[in-house]
Structures are given as C-alpha cells and as structure tokens.
C-alpha cells in the first residue's frame, strides 16, 4: 500500500506524512513492557507468536551490590619474550582489577625439540650425506615450526624430501638413548618406543598417493577384474557339483519311471521320458545351476536331514518364480494326490518329488507363454 | 578312459557297472590329472551314509487315574526306522522340554533314545542327537510337536489304545570318513550305496557283543506294537503315477508348440 503510494502519487510528502501521523497514534498503543522499544522494533513491531521469556521475567534480575565498570587497561602476556605492552577492556569489580596471567598464555604450547652440543655431534651424529651445518639449520627450523615437516621442508635451503629430513631429524633418537643413564628410563619416550622407517615411509606414501590419484576408470577396471574373478571361482564350484549330482539323479530316475511304467501297464513308453528332458532342459538351466550351488552347500554340511535338503532344493528350484507360481505348483500337486512334503522321504521319493515340482513348474511356465 | 591313471587297484572293473547312481563316472571328460584327482575326491563324496529314522510320541490316557496335572503319560523317542539299534551311530539323545518341567534338558545317553514322563500339555520337543566322534562332530536337530489329545473331538479317549504321532526323516552323512564306513558297512539300520569295485576299506571293528549290554534296537520294544510302518512304495507310486501325468501334459503342450511353429 505504501509502495504504490510512494511510486504512483507523485504526492510524496502527503503519504509519509500520513504516516508519521499514524505512527504516533500507533506506538502509543502498542508499547510493549518489559523491554525496550528499539529492541521491540527489532522484531518486526509485531508481539511473538510464542514469547520464549516470560515478559514479566525480564526486569526481574536483582541489582547487584557489586560495582561494575568497564577500563581500558594494559596488561602483559607471559607468553611473549619482549615486553610488549598491549591495552584492552577489562571488568572492574568495585574498582578492583582482575588479578592474574593472561588468559590466553597457557595455550603458547611448543614441542621439546631435542637439542645436541658439538662433542655430541661429534660422537654420533657425523653422516656422509649431511653436513653439520645442514643439521643445525634442521634442528634450528624445527624448533622453529614446531616440527612441521612440511613447512620444515619448505624452507629448507637445499632440496631435500620429507622422508629424509625426517629421518636425519629423528637421528635424535640415538642421542636421547645415548645420553639416558641407561636404556629402560628412556625406553617410554615416543622417540624411542616407535623408530622411523624411511624406506617403509616412502613405500607407504606413494601406496597412498596411487590409491588417491586412481582415475575413475582405473576403479571401474579393478571391480570389474574382481567380479568376473569372483564369477569364475562360483561358476568353478558350481560345475564341478552340478557335473556329478545331475546325472545320477536323471539317469536313476530314468530308469526307474521306466520300471514303473511297466509296472503299471501303461501305454506311454520309457522313450517318451528320455525325450522330455532334453525338451525341458532349455527353460531349468538356470534351476540347474541353482540346485547345483544348493548341493554344493548341503554337502558342506557334515550332516543333515533328508527334509531339510529336500526343503533347500525345492527352494531353489522355485528361486526364479514368483509366489503366486509356487502357490499353483503346490495346487498342482494337490490336484494329483501327492503330499506337499512326502510322507516317507527317503532319497528315492524326495529325487522324484523334486523332478515333478521341477516338471510342473516347467508345465506352468510354458503354459504361461 | 578317465580312469587309466586312478588309484583303484582291482583289475579293470570300472564303477560304472554298478548301481544307476555311479554310472556318471563313464561320462567325465577332461584331463588325466585332473581325473585323477577327481576320482580320489570321489571316492569319498560319492559314498553317502543315510540313517532313515523315525521320531514322535506314543501317549496313554490315564483314565480314572489322570489327576488335573498328570493326566496322560507319554513317550518321545527316536527309533530307527526298522527299529534297528541306533546306538551305532548316535551317542547320546537330548531332549528338551518345556521349562515347567523339572529338569527340562533330559539326556539319553544309550539306546533305545526314549523318555516318558507324565503330564496334561503338548509343546514343542527339541531333539538334539549327538553322534559318535568319528560318525560328525557337530549335533542335529529335531522338533517334534507332543501330542496327547486325539484329532477329532468326538475321538473318546481310551486309556488301551494311544495317540501316536511319528515323523520319518533320514539323517544323511554327506562325506564320511573311512572308519565310519568300515564300522557300518554291515549293519542293519545304515543304509550305504553300493561301493565302488576297489574301494578299499579297513577291515570293520567287530562288533561287540550285544548280550552283554542293554538291547538298543526297538524291535521287542514295549510300545512296538503301536509303531507306524512307513513304505516307501505307496509314495513312489503316488509320485510316478503324478510324473506320467504331468510327462503327458507336457508332451501334448510340446506337439500344439511344434505344430504351430510348422
């Protein structure tokens, strides 16, 4: 409203104007108690939907008997060698001043660096591959930087790796040991507990740094590499269970659905039963390979019950169908008199159970088609 | 051909002319050596061991005699299935009861594996058969529902005739060892498959005279008039007889699938 005012009227006085009068009349009403009128206005002018204080609360706060102001005061800081100066505000508590370091000294924390002496040097730290001027200005950097050996072998006038000025550093190590009375007061110092290896160092970090910099084809290349190796050893397992278990079980059965046809005076030959498998072999390869990996885990086990094997191979012939299929398998075999799990399972009777569960599920299966 | 450089030391004789479940050896292919080294792993793993055995509970009414809490006494046993001694092959049957039981882990540490007690509620029974040292180390488990109380409502209680409930199962030995084989081989309740010609094994431990100690087969049991028989024959037929139907069905399918694509 007040915008399309402002911008439409070219009547720019009499708009605010209005205002000004309207607000008067407004803020009278509407002055909150409790807290001041600026901070009131910081919230939109508008009351809270759900005041967090207690208005009433606010002004409640006791008056101390404590005098408290506020001086600019210098102080010094024990942390500091040069004796700076430096200002800043500080409580006053009845014109007392607080007593005290700074507060802050106690965080100026540095690292012993172990320093040596020249007779020291002399008797054991000499190497053909520094010179003691190099040494000193190692010693003298880490001291400075806190032995950050990045920053270490930043600065350091000559180019030499991390890994080796690590190691000529932690040479220091022989100068703790030798200079402990003897070698078990010293044997808890870090120093000596964890000796550093350059050549494992190095080894690890460009391990690190080819693992880090792998592109992601590289990574896609080594899972790939993984699974078909994982591929193979299965399908390994898989075809040397499924060679055995699968021909006697077709061949016993064979032989025996003829006995019976015989039996039974039946007009369908034995012939019939030798054609259908090669029939329905296309549509179970994959059941195949399911009982197969399901013998292979049977016979891990070192004993078990005929049921169970029974339970574990139908399971995985019915793996590739989905439950209302299973549920008509089941009917089938209803439909044709036989029990849903066999009164008498010997291994007979459960090889033939599973071969018609195997045969109805194909019958279904084409039917479906 | 596969079976030129195997280990078997009785002339010719291949194992394919015994028994349908060894005739797969005729059809390996691949390599001498790896042959050989299949047909070792065989001998073992073509040996299977199964124990057909039956589990369940005999129950008695106890008529006038049953209290509120001690109304039926009843018997859960594992038997072989033939009611041969199982003691063979199983050292020790633990049967666990319900927790209102004293005692409720109950071991059986000889054959026949059977425990009586007396009570008014069916629950579940966990069977645990532990076996031999050189039969498996590791235990097997069964359940089996206690029933007291007949099917049908109407069905009067008598104290003279029980409610029997079995259940028959086979325990199968996948891979057993060469002295399990030797001390079974010839007895009643194991069955084994045939065993390859040439398959040598240690001469069997005889078996000791049973005489002496306390009957493990079932078949004089008390209770062995009540036993179930269990024939694998009605069942292969049922099955075989299933299977034609199906043989057919499919082969109808095959010709309509056939004629269409001509």
């Known amino acids: 409203m007040d915008a399309k005012d402002i ?33 009131y206005a910081l919230t939109g002018g508008l009351a809270p939907l759900m005041p967090s204080i207690d208005v009433s609360q606010l002004k409640k706060r006791p008056p101390s008997d404590e005098k408290i102001t506020w001086q600019w005061l210098p102080f010094t800081n024990s942390a500091r060698k040069d004796n700076l100066q430096l200002y800043h505000w500080v409580r006053v508590v009845n014109g007392v001043p607080p007593t005290g370091d700074y507060s802050f000294a106690k965080y100026n924390k540095s690292v012993d660096v172990v320093k040596y002496t020249d007779e020291e040097y002399e008797k054991y730290l000499t190497d053909p591959m520094w010179t003691k001027e190099e040494t000193d200005q190692l010693f003298e950097l880490c001291e400075r930087f806190d032995l950050r050996f990045i920053v270490i072998a930043d600065r350091f006038p000559s180019s030499r790796t991390v890994e080796e000025l690590k190691d000529r550093y932690y040479v220091s190590r022989a100068i703790l040991i030798a200079r402990a009375p003897s070698p078990t007061d010293v044997s808890g110092h870090p120093l000596v507990k964890d000796p550093y290896n350059v050549s494992q160092e190095v080894e690890r970090k460009r391990a690190l740094s080819m693992v880090l910099s792998q592109t992601k084809h590289q990574e896609r290349k080594d899972a790939e590499v993984l699974a078909e190796a994982k591929r193979i050893t299965d399908s390994r397992m898989a075809s040397r269970a499924a060679e055995e278990p699968e021909m006697p079980v077709a061949s016993h059965v064979g032989s025996e659905s003829a006995d019976r046809a015989v039996v039974l005076g039946d007009t369908v030959s034995p012939s019939s039963n030798i054609q259908l498998p090669s029939a329905t072999v296309v549509p179970s390869t994959s059941i195949i390979a399911d009982s197969a990996s399901t013998l292979a885990s049977l016979r891990m086990l070192r004993v078990y019950l005929r049921t169970y094997a029974l339970e574990q191979m139908v399971q995985a012939a019915s793996s590739s169908a989905g439950l209302r299929t299973i549920k008509r398998v089941e009917q089938a075999l209803q439909e044709l008199g036989v029990n849903l799990k066999p009164k008498v ?25 | 051909m596969t079976n030129s450089s195997s280990s078997k030391k009785h002339g010719p004789g291949q194992p394919e002319e015994i028994g349908p479940t060894l005739k797969l050896q005729r059809i390996k292919m691949s390599k001498p050596e790896e042959a050989e080294k299949r047909n070792l792993n065989k001998k073992l793993k073509d040996v299977e061991i199964s124990i057909p055995i039956v589990y369940g509970n005999v129950a008695f009414w106890l008529g006038k005699k049953a209290s509120e809490y001690q109304s039926h006494k009843w018997t859960v046993y594992v038997r072989g299935a033939t009611n041969e001694d199982l003691g063979v092959v199983i050292k020790r049957a633990v049967f666990q009861l319900h927790s209102s039981f004293n005692n409720p882990t109950r071991a059986v540490e000889s054959p026949p594996f059977e425990l009586s007690e007396s009570g008014w509620g069916e629950f579940e029974i966990a069977i645990t058969l532990y076996f031999h040292a050189d039969v498996c180390d590791k235990p097997l488990n069964l359940y ?23 259940s028959y199962d086979e325990i199968v030995f996948p891979e057993p060892s060469d002295s399990f084989l030797a001390r079974v081989q010839n007895h009643p309740a ?37 036993f179930m028989n269990f024939s694998e024959a009605d069942e292969l037929l049922q099955l075989a007889a299933a299977r034609q139907q199906t043989d057919s069905a499919l082969q109808r399918m095959i010709k309509v699938a056939e004629n269409e694509i001509v």
């Open chain 1, 7 to 39: 911008l439409g009227i070219p009547k720019t006085q009499l708009p605010t104007t209005q205002e000004k009068k309207s607000r008067p009349q407004k803020e009278p009403q509407r002055k909150p108690d409790g807290i001041s009128r600026e901070v």
């Open chain 1, 345 to 369: 399972p010997t291994k007979a009777v459960c090889a033939e159970h599973l071969e018609l569960r195997k045969e109805i599920l194909t019958l279904l299966n084409l039917q479906k088609q």
């Open chain 2, 144 to 166: 089996h529902h206690l029933k007291l109380y007949p099917e049908d409502e109407s069905g009067s209680m008598s104290t003279k005739k029980p409610v029997v409930v079995e």
């Open chain 2, 190 to 226: 194991v069955t084994l498959p045939r065993l390859p010609v040439g398959f040598t094994l240690p001469p069997p431990v005889p078996i000791e005279d049973t005489s002496k100690r306390k009957r493990g087969d079932t078949k004089d049991h008390p209770l062995a008039q009540w």
